[in-house]
């Protein structure tokens, strides 16, 4: 999918980073709704939903499209050195300041897959607010799609994450949802798609 007209790229979210929205075959209506989702977050410090619309899908299910959680955190050092010390990734783009202060982001900068881990986060937090763990079946996370890292996330930097439902498959009890993630300038930094099973318990 070839991405929108330079002219039409929307400021809040730069040319780079359409163009990887677009390879994931947003729509340039999704990507507008992107940016001007991370244009309310700048000014009003909170994430609203997605704002475009999705196949309406059947309702005898846990979750349904629209329904939305969000996650905010700081990123600390401590968080960067824990995640490094137990996944054993300690490369210099983590752990070596004195190294970063030379390349283009000028400080080290935090895993990716530090951040990706605060979907998980989000995910708990669905299956919660749905009640999930109510019946007789066990939700579980079958992957994530669509991973992309759009922007570097500093130490001191607050990600906020929202996780939004987008279809579900009562035949199959599965979930699909959009997972974004904005910095405190409201620059997104992040993009994912997460996969929710519900799993038959054991009689």
Same mark, same amino acid.
């Given at each position: #999918?070839?991405?929108?007209?330079?002219?039409?790229?929307?400021?809040?979210?730069?040319?780079? &980073?359409? /163009?990887?929205?677009? /390879?994931?075959?947003?729509?340039?209506?999704?990507?507008?709704?992107?940016? =001007?989702?991370?244009?309310?977050?700048?000014?009003?410090?909170?994430?609203?939903?997605?704002?475009?619309?999705?196949?309406?899908?059947? /309702? =005898?299910?846990?979750?349904?499209?629209?329904?939305?959680? &969000?996650? @905010?955190? &700081?990123?600390?050092?401590?968080?960067i050195y824990l995640f490094a010390g137990i996944t054993g990734d300690f490369a210099v783009n983590h752990v070596n300041?004195?190294? #970063?202060?030379?390349?283009?982001?000028?400080?080290?900068?935090?895993?990716?897959?530090?951040?990706?881990?605060?979907? %998980?986060?989000? %995910?708990?937090?669905?299956?919660?607010?749905?009640?999930?763990? @109510?019946g007789d079946e066990t939700a579980v996370s079958l992957g994530y799609d669509k991973v992309r890292f759009l922007g570097a996330v500093f130490i001191g930097d607050t990600l906020t994450l929202t996780y939004t439902i987008v279809e579900v498959d009562p035949i199959k009890r599965r979930s699909r949802s959009d997972i974004k993630v904005v910095n405190q300038k409201g620059e997104l930094v992040a993009v994912a798609q997460h996969i929710l099973a519900w799993v038959k318990d054991q009689a």
């Amino acid at each position: #999918m070839a991405p929108p007209p330079r002219s039409s790229v929307p400021q809040q979210l730069g040319a780079q &980073t359409v /163009e990887v929205l677009a /390879e994931l075959r947003f729509t340039a209506a999704e990507i507008r709704a992107l940016a =001007d989702e991370a244009h309310h977050h700048h000014r009003h410090g909170v994430i609203s939903r997605a704002n475009w619309s999705r196949p309406a899908m059947k /309702e =005898d299910f846990y979750v349904k499209p629209g329904d939305s959680v &969000t996650f @905010a955190k &700081t990123v600390g050092e401590t968080d960067i050195y824990l995640f490094a010390g137990i996944t054993g990734d300690f490369a210099v783009n983590h752990v070596n300041e004195q190294y #970063m202060a030379r390349s283009k982001y000028g400080r080290r900068i935090a895993h990716g897959v530090l951040v990706l881990g605060f979907a %998980s986060t989000c %995910s708990s937090m669905m299956i919660e607010k749905c009640h999930g763990t @109510a019946g007789d079946e066990t939700a579980v996370s079958l992957g994530y799609d669509k991973v992309r890292f759009l922007g570097a996330v500093f130490i001191g930097d607050t990600l906020t994450l929202t996780y939004t439902i987008v279809e579900v498959d009562p035949i199959k009890r599965r979930s699909r949802s959009d997972i974004k993630v904005v910095n405190q300038k409201g620059e997104l930094v992040a993009v994912a798609q997460h996969i929710l099973a519900w799993v038959k318990d054991q009689a």
